[in-house]
């Protein structure tokens, strides 16, 4: 990334260490970045008074920035830390910020800045996310498992959470191939365990895992942030299955967040539904059903990769926005 280190030192400032909101965030990079053609480090430069001139900040926002730049330093060696440690910065004004994220997402929601490690270019291709509950039944895990399998090894992205359950089985189903998988994390990028990471670093060595967090480097699990990665992970896909769903909880507000994505959400039905309540009402609810068990996986997982390659060629052709910056003041606005 061609960003010198105090200017990613200020994006950790104004993203994490500022104590805004999200759209109040997107917004002084609408104002300063784009309306005024001035980078991070001239806009932590600048006086109180410049930042209530040019962006209209409220005087407690105006502290909460002043606060945020006396942590300048700290940052500075956060993000060498990060350097040594092969994680790199996608902030929203880079060119290869994910645009289907960015527009699946409302501008209160997209995240300033993402954390990744591993081939970005591999969300370029056919993604397909999976999602599920955490303790979901060894028929869901199953089921998981074999359509992450034979996605990959089609050719198609594989984007899960990384949590226990659904998953972790996309992943090892995923991952049980030379294919691809991208996984979203509901904590920071350098809070993984060390068998964790023994796992996941030389499959993205080989370039095969992209592993990606939209919070601080070092943030702990909470349930908030998790539901936060849900929108991440069915924004960064095509087209999304669920596995397994109750009629509440996290995979149940993730399933509903990507039907109001506009994306296409596939459903395994089994004869019998009453044993997968969320199932049941997420297909009274549009979703499309994907049978299961079946004696022909690859009848279920074509019309997936079909419908996801359409979706991806209709991305490629369309004209895109002159940069990532026009994309989100328009959200902005």
Sequence with gaps: MERDLQEQACWLLLAFESGLPTRIINGIL??????LGRTLKD???ASPAEWDASCHLKTDMVQKLEQAREKLVAQGFLVEQLLQDNIHLLTVLDTNYPTLLKKALDVNKIPPVLFYA????????????VIGSRNASETSLSFTRAIAQELAKQ?????SGYARGVDRAA?????????????????GIRRLSKVQIRDLQPRIDSGNVLLMSQFHPDAQWLVSRAMERNNVVTGLAQIVIVA?????????????GALK??????????????????????????GIPLNWPTKNLASVVLPLLEKSNQILEHQQKASMPPNQLSLLATSYE
């Design 261 to 286: 994505q506009n994306r296409k959400l596939y459903v395994r039905q089994t004869e019998s539904l009453d044993s997968l309540p969320g199932n049941k009402l997420l297909l009274e609810r549009g």
């Design 171 to 187: 992943y090892e189903g995923a991952t049980s191939t030379d294919g691809y998988t991208t996984v979203v994390l509901p904590h």
């Design 244 to 256: 397994e769903s109750d009629s509440k909880g996290g995979t149940w507000e993730g399933a509903n």
């Design 155 to 159: 050719g198609a992205n594989v984007i």
């Design 43 to 45: 806009f932590f430069a």
């Design 30 to 35: 609408v104002i300063w970045c784009k309306q």
């Design 118 to 129: 591993g081939n970005l270019h591999i969300l370029q291709r056919k993604t397909i996310a």
